[in-house]
């Protein structure tokens, strides 16, 4: 079965950066897309970005395109977003999620999830 551990959240000031960190394990990493979603207060569940099973294919959500950045650790099954710039509206639960699927970049395609981690950017 697949388990997904998210580590690195926090309460941070607007500009501030965090990363968060997803480990895998369960199943060859190799076979699955890696998420990271949010879920706003008030708002539904969205994908934040993508790292694809294909090799260099990933995605971003619009409003944190140029302030985050995803790796891939296939040495260590392990994927990581780095969030800089953080804003006040970044505030929100983040969830690492895996699929089978090579795009990810909705929340349906997901099939397994962790169990979230908060973080809070105060202005």
């Known amino acids: 079965q697949v388990r997904l551990v998210e580590s690195g959240g926090g309460s941070v000031q607007a500009g501030a950066s965090l990363t968060l960190s997803c480990k895998f394990s369960g199943r060859p990493f190799e076979d699955y897309t890696i998420g990271w979603l949010r879920r706003a207060p008030g708002k539904e569940r969205d994908v934040v970005a993508s790292?694809?099973?294909?090799?260099?294919?990933?995605f971003f959500q619009d409003s944190v395109k140029g302030r985050f950045s995803i790796f891939r650790h296939n040495a260590n099954n392990t994927v990581d977003l780095q969030m800089n710039s953080l804003k006040p509206e970044d505030t929100a639960v983040y969830f690492c999620a895996a699929t089978r699927s090579i795009g990810g970049i909705t929340e349906y395609e997901y099939t397994y999830w962790g169990q979230g981690t908060q973080v809070t950017v105060s202005s």
């Open positions: 790292a694809s099973r294909v090799a260099d294919k990933f």
